[in-house]
């Protein structure tokens, strides 16, 4: 099985255990506390490691002091693993994602057309739930035989934010995987190497610009820095992430 599919049904796996906090009132939603953390700790609270079966080597995450806050510090050599959070939300009323990233390099054979091509020193996931009640005969079936596999949905898209290295900023493209993960360079290149850049994007109008439609609710949200394609090395650093609301209201 592909990576990619493994972490399409890896992210599934944990929806059967996703907090739903698609009721709350709260302006902010913070996802990953990081900052809060205490530098070596093994993992901060909800995350749990996001491994795959055919790849040996796994990019190491650890709790650093990095300025003066805790922050996840990733570090791959020819590897691939990730950091996973199992968490339900509706991005109707929490549109805004937020977070906090660095780069101490980047590998100059990522290419986001390519299999082979398919690492990042640094990128966030965000899976959305399977709805049966919305899907057509085919996709019901597909979905239904992955389920009686795996004994969960799998996540029926995934939104994904890169650090790219030569596609323009703003870049939107399917994995080369799998067509219902879309990935969105909003980084690229080696201008902000070394530096702390916080991002902010409107994952309700990346999903319906990538998808055609309104997102459902979410059922993971994950980071993780890789080399294993390329052979390559990469270190990443991550911030706290948080989804917000837009004035404290819903789109309309």
């Not at 070596?40 to 806050?69: C, S």
């Not at 009640?133 to 019901?140: L, R, S």
Request: aromatic letters at 12%.
């Amino acid at each position: 099985m592909s990576r990619q599919k493994q972490i399409w049904m890896a992210v599934s796996f944990i929806m059967v255990l996703h907090v739903a906090v698609a009721l709350c009132a709260e302006p902010i939603l913070t996802v990953g506390d990081f900052s809060r953390v205490n530098t070596g700790e093994i993992l901060p609270r909800h995350w749990e490691p996001l491994t795959f079966k055919k790849i040996k080597a796994h990019t190491t995450y650890n709790m650093v002091e990095d300025q003066g806050r805790t922050v996840i510090k990733a570090y791959s050599k020819a590897s691939a693993s990730g950091l996973i959070r199992k968490i339900g939300i509706d991005v109707k009323k929490y549109p805004i994602i937020q977070w906090q990233w660095k780069i101490t390099d980047i590998n100059k054979k990522t290419d986001v057309t390519q299999k082979s091509g398919d690492d990042y020193p640094a990128r966030i996931y965000v899976a959305f739930e399977y709805n049966p009640d919305e899907a057509g005969v085919w996709e019901k079936t597909r979905f239904e035989t992955a389920r009686l596999i795996y004994g969960q949905y799998p996540p029926a898209t995934v939104v994904t934010y890169i650090w790219a290295n030569r596609v323009p900023k703003g870049t939107r493209i399917p994995n080369p995987y799998i067509n219902q993960v879309m990935m969105i360079a909003v980084q690229s290149g080696d201008d902000k190497v070394g530096t702390w850049v916080t991002e902010e994007r409107n994952i309700y109008q990346d999903y319906v610009d990538s998808f055609g439609h309104p997102p459902p609710m979410t059922s993971g949200v994950a980071i993780m820095t890789d080399s294993d394609n390329t052979e390559g090395t990469s270190t990443a650093f991550y911030g706290d992430i948080i989804f917000k609301s837009t004035s404290g209201s819903s789109i309309q």
